[in-house]
């Protein structure tokens, strides 16, 4: 009898909001520094990005009100559902999106959350700027128009 694998495969969460709110600028793929049942969790699927964003400190970037969900497993050395995380970046990476970001407008925004090649979590980020609200309708109209162009090719 195969015991069943509880650990997925391939993970990709994504923040579907995101794209809905702001237009993307520019995308960044970041380490991210994590606790041991952290990783676990976050191989489990155990991860929500919805009220996630990040911001600077002290030249570095943190991601904050990422919810990463306890580890059942683990007894009392388990983490903080909600601590800051670091993010990972080169230093000219981190100096260029600082930059940009003393814009009036922009921010950074988590897209999504995947396991790599190595086995590393990475988290893809995105330099954006809110959307008003005609340019969510227009969205919306292009996901309508697309949708019923499909229905007609089947």
Same mark, same amino acid.
């Given at each position: 009898? #195969? @015991?069943? !694998? ?5 993970? !990709?969460?994504?923040?579907?909001? &995101? ?7 520019? +995308? ?8 041991? +049942? ?5 191989? *489990?699927?155990?991860?929500?990005? /919805? *009220? #996630? ?6 030249? *570095? ?10 580890? +059942?497993? &683990? ?8 601590? *800051? $995380?670091?993010?990972? %970046? !080169? $230093?000219?990476?981190?100096? @260029? %999106? ?5 814009? /009036? ?10 396991? !790599?090649?190595?086995?590393? #979590?990475?988290?893809?980020? #995105?330099?954006? $700027?809110?959307? /008003? %609200? ?10 309508? &128009? @697309? ?8």
């Amino acid at each position: 009898m #195969a @015991k069943e !694998n509880r650990f997925s495969k391939v993970i !990709n969460i994504k923040n579907r909001k &995101a794209s809905f709110e702001f237009e993307f600028l520019d +995308t960044y793929v970041a380490g991210l520094s994590l606790m041991g +049942t952290e990783i676990k969790s976050i191989r *489990e699927g155990k991860v929500s990005l /919805k *009220e #996630a964003f990040c911001y600077f400190r002290r030249g *570095e970037l943190f991601v904050k009100q990422m919810h990463i969900s306890p580890y +059942t497993q &683990a007894a009392h050395f388990n983490h903080d559902a909600v601590r *800051e $995380r670091k993010l990972l %970046l !080169n $230093r000219r990476e981190l100096d @260029k %999106l600082e930059s940009k970001l003393s814009e /009036k407008g922009l921010s950074i925004i988590p897209v999504r959350i995947f396991i !790599n090649n190595k086995g590393l #979590a990475k988290m893809e980020i #995105a330099l954006g $700027r809110g959307k /008003k %609200l005609h340019d969510k309708r227009q969205d919306i109209k292009k996901k309508d &128009a @697309k949708r019923e162009l499909d229905k007609m090719a089947y």
